[in-house]
């Protein structure tokens, strides 16, 4: 079975500019979480989804935004990037009440 | 903002050695996680913790959610060099809405 799948993997960036990252969740898996990890830090908590609904958000500015597709998919989308920005987002889906499974991550560096 | 204690921030051990690390949280948790990271990829599951006082193993590693339902520790057994790695705790809120991770413990291990 497929994993949590991730695009791109890799994606360079200017400061100013605008960034759409995409997730596929396991089949099956109704909830779509997003994590920013900084290097040498545990992954932050950036939004929860779950049945296209947000139900969760952490600590970050209106600048990140994300929405959930009725496959159950998502994207997060990140305006006028700032260097601090620079991070690997990390997306992990769960079904209800049950462990997030991760995928492996977009690395996004803004110059 | 709730906020979880990992310690120690890393071990540099000989191969063979037993390992332990441990979370602590100033909120009470439902759930108790533990990951592994590897460069280049996203955390991936070790154990899952659902009850206080629970004891739980899988292979050479064994975990328990503390009584007071604010700490978990980590044992790793006789350990090989494969093992090395950032390992994070994670505390999952009621719902499974939102999960906080620790900054993580790197483990280093000397063949």
């Known amino acids: 079975d497929a994993g949590v799948t991730q695009s791109p993997t890799h994606l360079i960036k200017t400061r100013g500019q605008q960034v759409t990252l995409r997730c596929s969740p396991i089949?099956?898996?109704?909830?779509v979480s997003w994590y920013q990890q900084v290097l040498g830090q545990g992954p932050q908590f950036i939004f929860q989804?779950?049945?296209?609904?947000?139900?969760g958000r952490g600590n970050f500015p209106d600048r990140f935004s994300a929405r959930q597709f009725p496959n159950y998919s998502s994207e997060l989308n990140v305006n006028a990037l700032l260097l601090g920005d620079s991070a690997l987002y990390l997306c992990?889906?769960?079904?209800?009440?049950?462990?997030?499974?991760f995928g492996n991550g977009t690395r996004l560096t803004v110059t | 903002g709730q906020q979880l204690n990992q310690s120690p921030q890393s071990m540099f051990i000989q191969e063979g050695e037993d390992v332990s690390m441990n979370c602590t949280s100033s909120?009470?948790?439902?759930?108790w996680l533990w990951y592994k990271q590897d460069p280049g990829e996203g955390p991936v599951l070790l154990i899952a913790l659902y009850k206080a006082g629970e004891l739980t193993s899988n292979g050479r590693l064994t975990a328990q959610f503390g009584i007071t339902r604010k700490d978990s520790f980590l044992n790793i057994s006789a350990s090989i060099p494969s093992d090395v790695g950032i390992y994070f705790c994670a505390g999952q809120d009621t719902g499974g809405f939102k999960t906080i991770f620790g900054a993580g413990t790197r483990l280093f291990v000397k063949a």
């Open positions: 989804y779950y049945e296209k609904e947000e139900r």
């Open positions: 089949s099956g898996h109704k909830s």
């Open positions: 992990a889906s769960s079904s209800t009440n049950s462990p997030l499974h």
């Open positions: 909120s009470i948790f439902n759930t």
